[in-house]
T-cell receptor, first 113, second 117 residues
Framework: GENVEQHPSTLSVQEGDSAVIKCTYSDSASNYFPWYKQELGKRPQLIIDIRSNVGEKKDQRIAVTLNKTAKHFSLHITETQPEDSAVYFC????????????FGKGTKLTVNP | SAVISQKPSRDICQRGTSLTIQCQVDSQVTMMFWYRQQPGQSLTLIATANQGSEATYESGFVIDKFPISRPNLTFSTLTVSNMSPEDSSIYLCSDSSGGGGHPETQYFGPGTRLLVL
């Protein structure tokens, strides 16, 4: 079955710096890769997603890149702010086109003012 | 995206008892899922709640322990049966509303925080 590895498990940056979180997946049939942000005590919130027919997607300070050949995708946050502090989860779809998602173990991002 | 609510938001239960968690969506959705998130951990899919038929369980989860109902396209319940302290966790439902025409997009409910003593 699909396996999603996420690195690093913790990341600490200074306000204004960039943060990068990387994920790899095992199922070459996976074609959908969302990223969720979870603040303490809150639900996971979808922040950006990418499908296998594109290599990069941007939304203001957030971008996701996908390398299908290498089976990895990354979240890039620029000009980080303290409110970006949260746990971020990547996920990959199962069996290409399936409704199910497999999640990475999460990255705790801390943005220091 | 559809608005998803869960009840209860939290509960403290005695071991050996059962708790039923409700998930309500404000519009009809294709798919509903139930996840478990143990303290400080990631999300693990328990099962897919199928409307009008038995739920589809993931490896390690069984119907006797986690019976699920989905009587219509806006509502589902998850029961945690014969609870033990190891069942202490956050239980989340999600829906796949086909946002933008893509069925994989999932949105989560607020979660039910369960503590078993």
């Amino acid at each position: 079955g699909e396996n999603v590895e996420q690195h690093p498990s913790t990341l600490s940056v200074q306000e204004g710096d960039s943060a990068v979180i990387k994920c790899t997946y095992s199922d070459s049939a996976s074609n959908y890769f969302p990223w969720y942000k979870q603040e303490l005590g809150k639900r996971p919130q979808l922040i950006i997603d990418i499908r296998s027919n594109v290599g990069e997607k941007k939304d203001q300070r957030i971008a996701v890149t996908l390398n299908k050949t290498a089976k990895h995708f990354s979240l890039h946050i620029t000009e980080t702010q303290p409110e970006d502090s949260a746990v971020y989860f990547c996920a990959a779809s199962l069996q290409g086109g399936s409704e199910k998602l497999v999640f990475g173990k999460g990255t705790k991002l801390t943005v220091n003012p | 995206s559809a608005v998803i609510s869960q009840k209860p938001s939290r509960d403290i239960c005695q071991r050996g008892t059962s708790l039923t968690i409700q998930c309500q969506v404000d519009s009809q959705v294709t798919m509903m899922f139930w996840y478990r998130q143990q303290p400080g951990q990631s999300l693990t899919l328990i099962a897919t709640a199928n409307q009008g038929s038995e739920a589809t369980y993931e490896s390690g989860f069984v119907i006797d322990k986690f019976p699920i109902s989905r009587p219509n396209l806006t509502f589902s319940t998850l029961t945690v049966s014969n609870m033990s302290p190891e069942d202490s966790s956050i239980y989340l439902c999600s829906d796949s509303s086909g946002g933008g025409g893509h069925p994989e997009t999932q949105y989560f409910g607020p979660g039910t925080r369960l503590l078993v003593l």
